[in-house]
């Protein structure tokens, strides 16, 4: 993963010595918005969960290439998780979890004269914090099992992102994305915490200077 994000860099910090041989000055900008976060269970069909409301917000660089193609690596602040209702011996209620991530999306972006553009590209997420918050007659053994579940969740992970956006002005743009892990929070999953996936839409704006 850190070779990954080592080579992520390389490739950046290339692509902006060439912007600059051709005297393309890059932009750089804000951006900031909503998350709505749910899972992808990949070893339990019968756990049932509903999207998770979070934010994002981070910093962007857009360094043009050629005609209507740049790349635009970003750094972010991103909230994930889900809801789920539960009933059983060990107490009845609704669990939510809340991860924080640190993301890295490296971004190919397409524009358009008309002002829409698409994005596409991979992201290295990095967790930084897990927050489990129980409604109703959980036990104290079943958080203790959430907790320690959530101890074990890789702390890096790659995935995608792909989106669209619209430039509003000049300097403000709407944009909305779908990004997915490509791998496994853990690889041993419990009744509690089965084996998943992150996915997240993502709805926002963004500020060029």
């Known amino acids: 993963m850190k070779k990954l994000f080592i080579t992520a860099l390389a490739i950046g910090f290339v692509t902006f010595a060439k912007a600059q041989e051709k005297s393309i000055l890059p932009s750089f900008g804000i951006k900031g918005g909503l998350n709505f976060a749910n899972i992808i269970e ?12 979070g934010f994002n917000a981070g910093v962007f660089v857009n360094v043009p290439i050629i005609g209507g193609l740049s790349f635009q690596p970003e750094l972010l602040f991103s909230q994930k998780g889900y809801k789920s209702s539960r009933t059983g011996i060990l107490g009845d209620g609704t669990f939510k979890q809340i991860t924080n991530w640190i993301e ?13 553009n698409i994005v596409l590209g991979p992201q290295i997420s990095f967790l930084t914090k ?47 994305r779908y990004a997915l892990d490509f791998q496994k929070n853990n690889e041993n999953g419990t009744t509690e915490t089965p084996e998943y996936k992150n996915q997240v839409w993502q709805a926002g704006l963004a500020v060029k200077f």
């Open 130 to 176: 897990t927050t489990n918050k129980y409604e109703g007659t959980f036990s104290s053994a079943q958080q203790t099992k959430y907790e320690d579940d959530a101890d074990k969740f890789k702390k890096s992970i790659l995935g995608g992102v792909v989106g669209v956006g619209f430039d509003l002005t000049p300097r403000l743009s709407l944009n909305g």
């Open 42 to 53: 990949t070893d339990n069909s019968n756990f049932q969960t509903e999207y998770n409301t």
């Open 104 to 116: 890295v999306p490296i971004l190919a972006k397409i524009s358009t004269t008309s002002g829409f």
